[in-house]
């Protein structure tokens, strides 16, 4: 019994010693539970998550964050190795934060988990963090009016933030009809096949930003993208501009590919498409019609309108023919032997005439 309660007792003590060293020890390899965060993005709406080093590095609260620390990030969907089709993830440097970026469609409706692994570069520090995203539908009215402007002048994580991002929106509210604009989406010019800048100060990769709002655009902006002006772009000369550009000089905009896409009602196409060739077919109907039944002579027509010379010609004609007819078939004659069947043309013989077998050849010549 000593014995045992011994062994108890140095059971408890390296229990005691160790647990501790065990704790520190996953403290420092980073080995923590995973934070969790929810988002609230919109179909339609650019969604723009912020990975900034404040909320990955664990620090004391008395300790600021250095802004030499380089972390970067690795995001990706619960159970599957890449992210939603509609969200992107980029980031400039390990010294700069990182962004989640996109906009999701009506069919990513739904709710959705996102992984995010930070690595400290310095000490190899690894935090979790996960983001659950609840998609829903947007609130107030629709976004009929939708417009995609070429912003040069900029790189994709510099229009990301929020700051940015709404200046360039005040800045446009000069050339778009009074109320609000929208933020619908921001792509790098990189993903719609544009070239990497060369390492030159000034040279940017670009970004294409999509705003919508419910008021139509303005003159200045139909004029830009008219086919005129779409015309002396092609020419290499400047568009058609007739206002003042509000967004220069702190955003260079390539006016020559600016897009509208002005809302379309699909029922007015849908009808015009089905019912101008059914009303074509129906005058062409119509017009067959008049001519088959209103527009025919008729016998009694064709007989008034012949001379009585033609007729009576006409007549004596069909006449004989009946008469010769009428003849050909009273006639008595025996039809001809040679037009009888099984007829030797030798013998007269209905039968068939009297073959020697022998002077038959086996095989008969083809001809």
């Known amino acids: 019994m000593r014995i045992r309660a011994s062994q108890a007792e140095a059971a408890m003590a390296a229990a005691l010693i160790w647990i501790p060293l065990l704790s520190g020890l996953l403290t420092e390899l980073g080995v923590t539970k995973a934070q969790q965060t929810t ?94 995203l609840l998609i829903g539908d947007p609130e ?38 009074p109320g609000e604009l929208q933020l619908l989406n921001i792509t790098s010019a990189l993903d719609r096949g544009g070239r990497v800048p060369l390492p030159i100060e000034g040279r940017k990769e670009g970004v294409y ?71 074509v077919a129906l005058l062409l109907t119509l017009l067959l019609a008049y001519v088959m039944c209103c527009r025919r002579e008729g016998r009694l027509k064709r007989d008034l309108a012949t001379s009585d010379i033609q007729m009576v010609h006409h007549d004596t004609i069909r006449g004989n023919t009946e008469e010769l007819r009428q003849m050909a078939a009273s006639r008595e004659v025996p039809r001809p032997l040679s037009t009888l069947p099984m007829f030797n043309v030798r013998t007269g013989e209905r039968l068939p005439p009297q073959v020697d077998s022998a002077q038959v050849p086996l095989i008969l010549d083809q001809h």
């Open 39 to 132: 988002l609230h993005p919109l179909v339609g709406r650019v969604f723009v998550h912020t990975l900034d080093h404040e909320t990955f590095l664990r620090l004391p609260e008395h300790i600021a964050v250095p802004s030499t620390t380089p972390v970067t990030y690795q995001a990706h969907l619960q159970g599957h190795p890449d992210l939603p089709r509609w969200l992107r993830y980029t980031q400039r440097s390990p010294h700069h934060p990182g962004f989640l970026y996109g906009t999701p469609t009506p069919g990513d409706r739904r709710r959705q988990v996102i992984e995010v692994i930070a690595y400290n570069r310095d000490n190899f520090d690894t935090t979790r963090q996960r983001l659950v």
């Open 209 to 279: 930003i999509k705003v919508g709002s419910a008021y139509p655009f303005s003159t200045c902006l139909k004029m830009v993208s008219s086919p005129d002006s779409h015309a002396r772009c092609a020419q290499g000369q400047p568009p058609l501009l007739s206002c003042y550009d509000t967004l220069a000089p702190h955003f260079r905009v390539d006016w020559c590919n600016v897009s509208l896409a002005p809302d379309r009602d699909f029922l007015t196409d849908a009808l015009v498409t089905l019912l101008v060739p059914l009303l």
């Open 140 to 177: 107030g009215p629709l976004i009929p009016y939708q417009a995609e402007f070429l912003v040069r002048s900029h790189d994709v994580e510099e229009v990301l933030p929020s700051t940015l991002a709404s200046r360039f929106l005040t800045a446009l509210g000069g050339l778009w009809e």
